[in-house]
């Protein structure tokens, strides 16, 4: 059994005790803590989760979060130990983090859509424009590492088509550094773009999980029940469309709309 497939089996009430999570991989940032320091807590708290002590395993990766670093495998591997835990919202949380930063990951969106499964909301996402979604799928479909990667490659292919297409000796030399170049433009163009947009989100809405286990959506952002439009539960997925105060207005993903209380939930 590979560990990336430990919710599906946790789901099923068969995890073997002894299974690991997944390594954190390359942590991101560059805080002052030292980043041996951090991965001996990441090491820490795999070794909690393989004992079966959820909450040591959630401190520790916790704690590394805390210290400015993060990974599509440490959100991955502390939304198992939340699981494990038994706090379904939190989970859920940290797996849509993974997912935002491994995109194309099929382990982190196969226990998002079982955890989803799990909630007391059932929501019906309403239909998106292809066009829209074909977009998404494109801006979402490479992991952060190969984009970079792909994307320094094609400013190299454009840099050393140009030096070619000026330092040729000859017609079949200019050429090929021309057609090198052009290719190198249209990845700059196409990686660099995406690069872009999903770096500084443009055009991404903010998103939220519902981490109480019931809060009630009003029309106005106001303490009274009488403004009650319906409920929202644990593990719900909503969008924030604006705030005032304590207050969000959220939008469900099958178009209902309402105000809740910011501090029941956290942003993505």
């Known amino acids: 059994m590979t560990a990336r497939r430990l919710l599906a089996v946790c789901l099923a009430g068969t995890l073997a005790s002894t299974a690991a999570p997944v390594a954190a991989r390359t942590l991101l940032a560059t805080p002052a803590a030292p980043l041996a320091a951090q991965e001996e807590i990441v090491a820490q708290g795999n070794q909690a989760y393989q004992e079966g002590d959820w909450g040591a395993a959630v401190a520790a990766y916790e704690a590394v979060l805390e210290g400015g670093y993060t990974s599509a495998g440490l959100e991955y591997n502390l939304g198992n130990a939340y699981f494990k835990a038994g706090e379904l919202g939190r989970s859920i949380l940290h797996w849509e983090r993974a997912l935002r930063l491994s995109p194309g990951d099929a382990d982190t969106r196969a226990n998002l859509e079982l955890a989803r499964s799990l909630t007391a909301d059932a929501v019906e996402p309403l239909p998106t424009f292809w066009l829209f979604s074909a ?134």
């Open 135 to 268: 977009v998404a799928w494109w801006i979402e479909l490479l992991p952060r590492a190969l984009l970079l990667a792909l994307s320094a490659t094609a400013w190299l292919a454009l840099a050393t088509g140009l030096i070619v297409r000026i330092m040729a000796r000859s017609d079949g030399a200019a050429r090929t550094g021309r057609w090198v170049a052009v290719g190198g433009a249209v990845g700059v163009f196409l990686l660099g773009s995406t690069l872009l947009v999903r770096e500084l989100g443009i055009g991404r809405a903010e998103r939220a999980v519902i981490l109480a286990e019931a809060v009630p959506v009003r029309s106005a952002p106001a303490e009274d029940d009488d403004l009650t439009l319906f409920e929202v539960h644990e593990g719900t997925r909503v969008r924030i469309d604006q705030r005032t105060g304590a207050w969000a207005e959220v939008v469900l993903d099958d178009g209902k709309v309402g105000w809740v209380p910011v501090d029941a939930m956290e942003v993505i």
